[in-house]
Nanobody
């Protein structure tokens, strides 16, 4: 029933910024968390950030903290990932995910629902 659709990806020069969006439907997610993950070619899926839908608590990957901000808009059923100071190593497909208790929101295997992803390419 739950559907997630990412948007906002694209190509950007190193040092640039992008804001990714994820529209969700089918659930209020009032008790669960949502997150962003990414996967580069030949690499494992990597945790990026998560947010608790109800309370708004956030967590970030240490390697990205300070350059990214996850946020939500309850009225529009959207979550966002603002990415600044982008680096070539940020190049990946970025996925929105939902349906996980907060304590497991760093763990991709615990999420129930996934979007199809949006490509982010950062050139040097």
């Amino acid at each position: 029933q739950v559907q997630l659709v990412e948007s906002g990806g694209g190509s950007v020069q190193a040092g640039g910024s992008l804001r990714l969006s994820c529209a969700h439907s089918g659930s209020t997610f009032s008790d669960d968390s949502m997150g962003w993950f990414r996967q580069a070619p030949g690499k494992e899926r990597e945790f990026v950030a998560a947010i608790a839908w109800a309370g708004g608590a956030t967590r970030y990957a240490d390697s990205l903290k300070g350059r990214i901000t996850i946020s939500r808009d309850n009225t529009q059923n959207m979550i966002y990932l603002q990415m600044n100071s982008l680096k070539p190593e940020d190049t990946a497909v970025y996925y929105c995910a939902a349906g996980v208790p907060w304590r497991f929101s760093f763990n991709d295997s615990r999420y129930k629902y996934w979007g199809r992803g949006t490509q982010v390419t950062v050139s040097s």
